[in-house]
């Protein structure tokens, strides 16, 4: 063989040996590319060019092939990004796309679950409404734990500045989740008085306006009236089991969600817990054997 011909087939070897290293990491590149941008198919787009950016790159001096080839999927996101800023063309709740929680074919697992795991709907909304230099600062360190030096070299700025893009970010993932978080709190306090008020006022209508067609509630049988049905199905079962009950009800914070307390707090009958899904009561769990209620951080949520 001629050392052309060697010369060639080195050349091929390095190729093939760099696919491989390129398809090993790209779980995590579509991961990060995914956090990023909040879109699937953006996300495979820029993984692809990805790799040919890197295909024509000289790696021969490359230590940390991962973590250059993060570099690029990060560079060929801010561009994306910036491009998609230019265009007008901000990430908004109805573009937002849910997280993946399927298998594309079950063949691979890993990537399912960093896509599972990947920013959830509301998170996605509001990333959406930080700068591409931002976002690429805030994703990079807070998420992936990458260095402010590294991340600097990505965004063409100074190690300070790329501190500065990330705390601001930060600053305003956390204000935003926080106002969600209480706008979220403050829907369910509105269904959790609409539904004390129909049950006491015993109106079984209003109750199932308010229940899911197929709400399940969890009754303990520490509570001796309950104790003959552990679990009913159906919201005409469980509007007649609460119409005209709940007297003396008080709405509070339990378990990080709104519930309802039956009884003064020195002397609890029962903690209500329910699961809200669209606007509409999917779960109710009864609370009532006094080692469980011991263990519960209520408070008492004011009108």
């Given at each position: 063989?001629?050392?052309?011909?060697?010369?060639?087939?080195?050349r091929?070897?390095?190729?093939?040996?760099?696919?491989?290293?390129?398809?090993?990491?790209?779980?995590?590149?579509?991961?990060?590319?995914y956090?990023?941008?909040?879109s699937?198919?953006?996300?495979d787009?820029?993984?692809?060019?990805?790799?040919?950016?890197?295909?024509?790159?000289d790696?021969?001096?490359?230590?940390?092939?991962?973590?250059?080839?993060?570099?690029?999927?990060?560079?060929?996101?801010?561009?994306m990004?910036?491009?998609?800023?230019s265009?007008?063309e901000?990430?908004?709740?109805?573009?937002?796309?849910?997280?993946?929680?399927?298998?594309?074919?079950?063949s691979?697992?890993e990537?399912?679950?960093?896509?599972?795991?990947?920013v959830g709907?509301?998170?996605?909304?509001?990333?959406g409404?930080?700068?591409?230099a931002?976002?690429?600062?805030?994703?990079?360190?807070?998420i992936?734990?990458?260095?402010?030096?590294?991340?600097?070299?990505?965004?063409?700025?100074?190690?300070?500045?790329?501190?500065?893009?990330?705390?601001?970010?930060r600053?305003?993932?956390?204000?935003?989740?926080?106002?969600?978080?209480?706008?979220?709190?403050r829907?369910?306090?509105?269904?959790?008085?609409a539904?004390?008020?129909?049950s006491?006022?015993?109106?079984?209508?209003?109750?199932?306006?308010?229940?899911?067609?197929?709400?399940?509630?969890?009754?303990?049988p520490?509570?001796?009236?309950a104790?003959?049905?552990?679990?009913?199905?159906?919201?005409?079962?469980?509007?007649?089991?609460?119409?005209?009950?709940?007297?003396?009800?008080?709405?509070?914070?339990?378990k990080?969600s709104?519930?309802?307390v039956?009884?003064?707090?020195?002397?609890?009958?029962f903690?209500l817990?329910f699961?809200?899904?669209?606007?509409?009561?999917?779960?109710?769990?009864?609370?009532?054997?006094?080692?469980?209620l011991?263990?519960?951080d209520?408070?008492?949520?004011?009108?």
């Amino acid at each position: 063989m001629s050392n052309k011909e060697k010369e060639g087939l080195g050349r091929v070897n390095d190729h093939d040996g760099l696919a491989e290293q390129f398809e090993s990491h790209r779980n995590h590149l579509q991961s990060v590319a995914y956090r990023i941008l909040g879109s699937r198919n953006e996300a495979d787009d820029a993984v692809q060019e990805s790799w040919i950016r890197l295909s024509r790159s000289d790696t021969s001096c490359v230590e940390n092939i991962g973590g250059w080839m993060t570099t690029i999927v990060s560079r060929v996101c801010l561009d994306m990004l910036r491009a998609r800023k230019s265009r007008h063309e901000d990430l908004t709740i109805d573009r937002a796309p849910e997280p993946v929680t399927h298998f594309r074919d079950g063949s691979d697992p890993e990537y399912e679950a960093l896509m599972a795991d990947a920013v959830g709907h509301a998170m996605l909304v509001v990333l959406g409404k930080l700068s591409p230099a931002e976002r690429i600062a805030f994703v990079l360190h807070d998420i992936f734990g990458m260095s402010f030096a590294d991340i600097a070299s990505i965004l063409g700025r100074n190690e300070a500045a790329a501190r500065k893009l990330a705390s601001r970010a930060r600053q305003r993932v956390k204000g935003d989740e926080s106002a969600s978080r209480a706008e979220e709190l403050r829907r369910k306090r509105e269904l959790v008085d609409a539904f004390l008020a129909a049950s006491r006022a015993g109106d079984f209508e209003k109750l199932l306006s308010i229940l899911d067609p197929n709400v399940v509630t969890r009754n303990d049988p520490a509570f001796p009236p309950a104790a003959n049905a552990p679990v009913v199905h159906g919201s005409r079962a469980a509007a007649k089991q609460f119409a005209g009950r709940a007297q003396g009800a008080q709405p509070v914070l339990v378990k990080g969600s709104v519930g309802a307390v039956i009884g003064p707090l020195d002397r609890i009958l029962f903690v209500l817990v329910f699961t809200v899904k669209n606007d509409k009561i999917t779960e109710i769990e009864m609370i009532a054997d006094p080692a469980r209620l011991r263990q519960l951080d209520l408070a008492l949520l004011n009108d």
